[in-house]
Nanobody
Framework: QVHLVESGGGLVQAGGSLRLSCVVSGLTFSRYSMGWFRQAPGKEREFVAGISYHGTNTLYADSVNGRFAISRDNAKNTIYLQMNSLKPEDTAVYYC????????????????????WGKGTLLTVSS
């Protein structure tokens, strides 16, 4: 059974930093591309960042490019999302997800569907 468990969410002031983690079990982690998504209250879920199976390639949504960094540790079956210069509009539930595609080159490809999802962790950024 596949499990993706996010952690690291919480309350942070605008301008601050936070790191999310997602531990994956039940699949061959190193063969999956991984992504972070978020859903703000009243909005649809959106792609945030993605990373290829080997960690060489990354992709970011325009709204977080230059502020967020995705990484992975295949030895620990874990991905991370380092978030800097946080803004109130970053407030959302953040989800990690896995896909058997080695990498997706466009944000719309990540939005088109993922194989497995976590249950999310809430980030609240206060102004």
């Amino acid at each position: 059974q596949v499990h993706l468990v996010e952690s690291g969410g919480g309350l942070v002031q605008a301008g601050g930093s936070l790191r999310l983690s997602c531990v994956v079990s039940g699949l061959t982690f190193s063969r999956y591309s991984m992504g972070w998504f978020r859903q703000a209250p009243g909005k649809e879920r959106e792609f945030v960042a993605g990373i290829s199976y080997h960690g060489t390639n990354t992709l970011y949504a325009d709204s977080v490019n230059g502020r967020f960094a995705i990484s992975r540790d295949n030895a620990k079956n874990t991905i991370y999302l380092q978030m800097n210069s946080l803004k109130p509009e970053d407030t959302a539930v953040y989800y990690c997800a896995a896909d058997s595609a080695l990498f997706k080159a466009l944000p719309r490809d990540w939005d088109s569907g993922m194989d497995y999802w976590g249950k999310g962790t809430l980030l609240t950024v206060s102004s």
